[in-house]
């Protein structure tokens, strides 16, 4: 008999191997480690007793489930843990550790398809965008963050992990190092942007440097590598100053970027592109273009490459 606990070691050790990130790794651990937790408490120690039926009673608690926030779980969080339940279970049949897979025939809730709540229109994102105060270091730092985010559609995480060569302000180009999947991907920038790419490194971050050696992009008033806050705290810090009334975050620089090129005849594929998606729609296949067509689709659809400063 094989132990729940064994097996979920097995496969965690399986994820490392294969070369999962960091972050897909920490949520496969929190969320085995529950849904372990789960079993156990109904008496389940011994991988043979789990059935489709105790999948399915799974499925219903993480329905039922209050969360930290006193809250159910939304429809993509339950889907997500399930998601890790199934993909755990695929491992062991594959691997020869069950003779069938019991979450095979548990199917997804039904996610509601929203559009994102919080899209500015051109005139509002230029509006936070001129927000910072450029006359002074951090103030030219946060308005090289906004025209980076908004021009390039990249998630938080990846414009806090870019580095100096990453950037290539001459040509207009950012490669994204282990993006959401681990997958890199290089993405167009724009002319307004790069220029205050260009600035922000040589006049700017110089300020900012306190070890020689760090090559991260943006750096903190303390030469630090940017914390998990700092990019919302700036996006939420000028949008304050302009008095739009909807709720603005990094990502919605990237759902604005996307959508006013859209309205601006881009093609879907090249967006999908872009933002480093598989699909932008669960009935869109992923079509890969290239970097070049990409670059002159930017050029020619993104809003912000129309203005003259």
């Not at 002319?191 to 790419?197: D, N, T």
């Amino acid at each position: 008999m094989s132990s729940v606990s064994d097996l979920v070691e097995k496969y965690q050790r399986h994820l490392v191997i294969i070369n999962y990130a960091t972050r897909t790794l920490e949520g496969y651990h929190q969320y085995l480690g529950r849904f372990k937790a789960w079993l156990e408490a109904r008496g389940i120690t011994e991988i043979a007793a789990v059935t489709r039926d105790v999948v399915s009673d799974y499925q219903a608690h993480l329905y039922e489930e209050i969360n930290r926030k006193g809250e159910p779980n939304s429809v993509g969080t339950q889907n997500y843990a399930l998601g890790i339940v199934k993909c755990f279970f695929r491992y062991l049949r594959e691997s020869d550790y069950l003779p069938s897979d019991p979450s095979r025939d548990v199917s997804y809730a039904r996610r509601p398809k929203r559009l994102p709540r919080s899209i500015l229109t051109g005139p509002e994102a230029k509006k936070v965008i001129h927000a910072p105060n450029t006359r002074t270091a951090l103030g030219y730092r946060d308005r090289t963050i906004l025209e980076v985010l908004y021009s390039t559609g990249i998630r938080r995480l990846e414009l806090m992990n870019l580095d100096l060569v990453d950037v290539d302000y001459v040509q207009g180009f950012v490669r994204v190092n282990s993006g959401k999947g681990n997958k890199d991907r290089v993405v167009p920038i724009g002319k307004i942007a790069c220029r205050y790419l260009e600035n922000y490194i040589k006049a700017v971050r110089p300020e900012l440097v306190r070890n020689p050696h760090d090559t991260t992009l943006f750096l903190s008033l303390q030469g630090r590598k940017l914390s998990d806050t700092t990019v919302g705290d700036v996006v939420k810090k000028h949008t304050k100053k302009t008095r739009i009334k909807k709720t603005i975050t990094p990502h919605t620089f990237r759902h604005t970027c996307a959508t006013l090129m859209l309205r601006n005849k881009a093609n879907i594929r090249h967006i999908q592109e872009l933002l480093g998606h598989a699909t932008l729609n669960t009935t869109q296949i992923y079509a890969q273009v290239s970097i070049t067509d990409l670059k002159e689709v930017h050029s020619k659809c993104h809003p912000r490459e129309k203005d003259r400063e």
